[in-house]
Every structure is written in C-alpha cells, then in structure tokens.
C-alpha cells in the first residue's frame, strides 16, 4: 500500500474537494421573474425584497439568486416568458387561458404556478350622470393600460352580463389605452374625451379624492366574488426544468400576503420604497393594504367563470372543462376556483 506524506495528503484533498465546490458553484440558478406597475405586485416587491425565493429554494434543496424586470404592460410581459427573457410573471386570468391553449401541447405552454392578488377592478367616471355601465354614452372613453389587459376582459364581461350575450363588444371601440397615472389625471382634469378608468388601488383611491370622480361598479359585482387579478405564470417548459421551483413560489407569495395582512405598515413601507406613488404617504397605503388584506396569495378565483365566458365567445376553442388543468400541483389543492 502506497502510503502519503501529510502534505502530499493535503493537497490530493484539496484537489478533490475543488470538482466538488465547482460543482455547488455552477449549480446556482438565476431565476428572472417580470414585475409591473403598482400595488398589484405588491408580493413581487416583497419577494424581491426580502429574498423570499432564495429561502424557500434553500429549504428546498436549491442554491437560487433571483433577479427581477421591469414591465410597463402585461403584453411585453408575456412576450418576454415565451422568448425566455424572463422565467415568469404575473398575467390577468383571460392572459393565462389564451396563453395556455395556444401553446397546448408544447413546451411554450404556460401554466398558473401561483395566485398572486384577487385586488378588485373599480370602474370610475367624472360624469356625474352616469351610475351604472348603460349609462356610458358613445362618446366617453374608458382609459385601461391596454385593449388585452384584464380590464379589457372583465369590461367584456360586464357587458354582456349588462344587455345580454352578443353584446360582449359594445364598448370596445371606447377603450383608451393609457398607463395609470395618465388615466387618472386625464378624469381629474376633465379636459379629454376620457370620462371613465377601470382601476385598480391605489390609482382608485387617488381619483376618488377628486369630488368629480365616483364609483360606478366593480369586478365583485361582475364575477359574484372575488377574481383573481394577477396570477404568476410560467411555461411548461421552464417548469418541467425546475419541478421544485412552484412550491418555491407559492410558500414566498404565501409569506408576503402574510406580511401585507399582518404588518401592513412594513409592506407599505417597501412599496414605496420600491414605486412612488403621488399624492400617498406610508401611512395612506397602509390603510389601503388593511383594505384589501385578505385579497393577497397563492390561491386563484374566477378561473373557471372567465374560462367558461371566453369559450362562450369563441376566445378560447377549447376551455379547460376544470381550472386545474391551467394549473401546477402547486396550487392544485389551494381554496381556488
């Protein structure tokens, strides 16, 4: 038996461990993961904040550093999960569907992997006459940050539930594209042919400090509960690449809803450390997130009913015939519809 000198022996040890350490080094994954615009992605801002992801993925066995983009719109967003830009990102619920049944079958198909917010839609006017949806005349625009972001859809909804089916499309040559803060000086002002917002916080409650503006209706109304808003996709690609990483996602959007509910003035606090929003203070959006503090997490509402409607109407050839089929294990078994 060949028998080694003490530094001999040091030194074949340490040239073994180094493949090893190597190994741990080129094992991290960056996950990149899309972020937009307000209170919305509250719980994004909190993962980012305070490394969420990086803890549960260490829990799970993962060496994870994650990085974060930034998205005016859900549109370039879902571009950016499909090109792999970013690994996900939050859609609105009809985003989803379409998404899921245009690549089914392959591996750019996208998938729920969390709930994020079910915040509620609240459609706003100046006009002082105009107390329901019917009472919008031809010419009053209805700003939403785009004509396929969830306010699009849920107005499509609110049509038809308003005057019946067919009429899903009565106000879609009335939307005005505009981003949030242009939509609410736009209805303060009273200057432009924008006379109505579908809103989302905190731009709801910061239209309605003006005495002009008014509430007409909300996405409760129109759903009969609640409804998710946002909800974190990603593709069946990335997914199949990272089985763990869903219920990585989960447990970190479930901490920072517990975060919002249970200390509201820290979450408010990193909002706006992250987003200024004018005209709030902490402490406006800390009574805003005491609001709303059942309506952050892992869990999705609505599905099925916006699966259904957009089957009605020929958006989706094949509806999913049960929410679950959008969905990864993950939320499989969560309270969601």
Known sequence: MKYLSPASFRMTAVALLLPAYGATALAQQEVKIGIGFGISFLPVYLMDELKL??????????????????????????????SGSI?????????????????????LQAFAISGV??????????QPNVKKLSDLKPTDRIAMPSPVSPQAFLLQMAAEKEFGRGQQDKYKNQIASLPHPESVNALVSGSTEV????SPPPFTQLALKDQKVHRVMESTEVFGGKASFLIMGATKRWIDTN???PDVIVKAIDEAAGIIKND???????????????????????????????????????????????????QLKNPPKSWKEIATPSIANTPSS
Do not use: C
């Open 53 to 82: 992801v990086e803890k549960y993925a260490k829990e799970a066995g993962l060496d994870v550093k994650t990085s974060y983009a930034r998205f005016s719109g859900t549109g370039p967003m879902q571009d950016a999960v499909l």
């Open 87 to 107: 690994d996900m990102g939050p859609y609105g619920t009809a985003g989803l569907l379409i998404a899921w049944e245009k690549a089914k079958g392959t591996p």
């Open 117 to 126: 917010t079910t915040l509620p839609l609240v459609l706003i006017t100046n």
């Open 195 to 198: 006379t109505a917002y579908f």
């Open 243 to 245: 089985p763990k990483m």
């Open 264 to 314: 509201p003035k820290r979450a408010a606090e990193i909002y706006l450390k992250r987003e200024q929003v004018k005209g709030f203070d902490a402490a406006a959006i800390e009574e805003i997130l005491k609001q709303y503090k059942d309506e952050y997490g892992s869990s999705v509402q609505g599905v099925q009913q916006t699966a259904d409607f957009m089957g009605r109407l020929g």
